[in-house]
């Protein structure tokens, strides 16, 4: 089978097989260079081609996320996939975890010493975060030794459904037992 290259593609096409193909959240300007049209002209590309989906009902809606787009199965969907999806997440953050992550979230780039002082408690879970992609190291402090500077990764957004850091509720003062589980 041929593929014709010289036949332009409408754009929600292109839309579509550029976000199955990526496999991950596609930035608007990356779609616009798929498309060869303008940041504008792209945006209402996407906003048509999320309506198409909806309207179609097939099963696949289009999520803004991470500063991108993704394909994905509608919440309401997901538990009837439940035989093909793949194995269980990893088990649930402790809560000092959650406190480590929430602290470098909000104040990142932060060094595990000012994450201590913080919490009043050590931040050893820092490496359980690593392991698990939430947090990377982002520098070095300028302080004595250079410590690193953590922050977290687009990973960390796409796990709690943020579009960016600014999508973070609200801090209530320093106190981050608000962003716990009970």
Avoid: C
Avoid at 76 to 87: R, T
């Amino acid at each position: 089978m041929s593929v014709d290259t010289e036949q332009p593609a409408r754009p929600q096409a292109l839309i579509g097989a550029a976000l199955l193909a990526a496999g991950r959240p596609v930035r608007l300007r990356e779609l616009a260079g798929v498309l060869g049209l303008g940041e504008d002209a792209t945006l209402r590309a996407v906003q048509a081609f999320a309506a198409a989906l909806e309207a179609a009902g097939l099963g696949i809606t289009l999520e803004a996320v991470a500063g991108g787009y993704r394909l994905i199965v509608p919440p309401g969907l997901a538990g009837h996939l439940a035989p093909l999806l793949a194995p269980a997440p990893l088990p649930s953050l402790s809560n000092a975890a959650l406190e480590v992550l929430a602290i470098i979230a909000y104040r990142q780039p932060v060094t595990r010493a000012e994450i201590e002082a913080m919490r009043g408690a050590s931040a050893g879970t820092v490496l359980t975060l690593q392991e698990r992609e939430l947090v990377k190291v982002v520098g070095r402090s300028d302080a004595v030794g250079q410590p690193l500077l953590y922050g977290t990764t687009e990973k960390f957004l796409l796990e709690f459904g943020l579009g960016s850091l600014q999508d973070l509720p609200p801090l209530q003062g320093a106190d981050f037992s608000h962003l716990l589980r009970s």
